[in-house]
T-cell receptor, first 112, second 112 residues
Framework: SQQGEEDPQALSIQEGENATMNCSYK?????LQWYRQNSGRGLVHLIL?????REKHSGRLRVTLDTSKKSSSLLITASRAADTASYFC????????????FGKGTLLTVNP | DTGVSQDPRHKITKRGQNVTFRCDPI?????LYWYRQTLGQGPEFLTY????????KSRLLSDRFSAERPKGSFSTLEIQRTEQGDSAMYLC??????????FGPGTRLTVL
């Protein structure tokens, strides 16, 4: 079963705008990760945030984690056409040994 | 290329045939994971190895599926008597103990 649920399922924006995707999960976690997947390709690891962290930055990416609400958000600033992809959150539940549980993903389209 | 590699990238087979996929992890990664991803869904965990030991199998992994990692390096995933429902992307990932996994490009299986 899939624990994470991304919201929205699809997002279409113009180049230069910011994109925000949300993820909710159900159980206690060790960490939460965000991945990107271009159509028909493998997963690219973007960022990992541990359960004791609240915010993390990497380049144009900003991730927040609220363990009390069991939710996370991924913000991509100044989006580019090359950011067009599906974005997945994945949780590593406590004691799962990095057996990741993925959501269904958000399909982001950045229009030039 | 020092990333995770998978072979073949695409496989088309007829229902009832057996197929085998190979995954070569990043060198010295002791953890290796297999996931399956169907269209429009996030990846789902199938099984994982620590060195040559298979430590956990999902109930998604029916008796027709078998995975091995004989020398603790590369791994194979075999599906016997394929069914149309087996059509999916099969993703392999590897990691060092306690660190986030890196994914390969996947093998796309189509069962006719």
């Amino acid at each position: 079963s899939q624990q994470g649920e991304e919201d929205p399922q699809a997002l279409s924006i113009q180049e230069g705008e910011n994109a925000t995707m949300n993820c909710s999960y159900k159980t206690s976690i060790n960490n939460l990760q965000w991945y990107r997947q271009n159509s028909g390709r493998g997963l690219v690891h973007l960022i990992l945030i541990r359960s004791n962290e609240r915010e993390k930055h990497s380049g144009r990416l900003r991730v927040t984690l609220d363990t009390s609400k069991k939710s996370s958000s991924l913000l991509i600033t100044a989006s580019r056409a090359a950011d067009t992809a599906s974005y997945f959150c994945a949780t590593d539940a406590a004691g799962s040994n990095y057996k990741l549980t993925f959501g269904k993903g958000t399909l982001l389209t950045v229009n030039p | 290329d020092t990333g995770v590699s998978q072979d073949p990238r695409h496989k088309i087979t007829k229902r009832g045939q057996n197929v085998t996929f190979r995954c070569d992890p990043i060198s010295e990664h002791n953890r290796l994971y297999w996931y399956r991803q169907t269209l429009g869904q996030g990846p789902e965990f199938l099984t994982y190895f620590q060195n040559e030991a298979q430590l956990e199998k999902s109930r998604l992994l029916s008796d027709r599926f078998s995975a091995e990692r004989p020398k603790g390096s590369f791994s194979t995933l075999e599906i016997q008597r394929t069914e149309q429902g087996d059509s999916a992307m099969y993703l392999c990932a590897s990691s060092l103990l306690g660190l986030a996994p890196y994914f390969g490009p996947g093998t796309r299986l189509t069962v006719l």
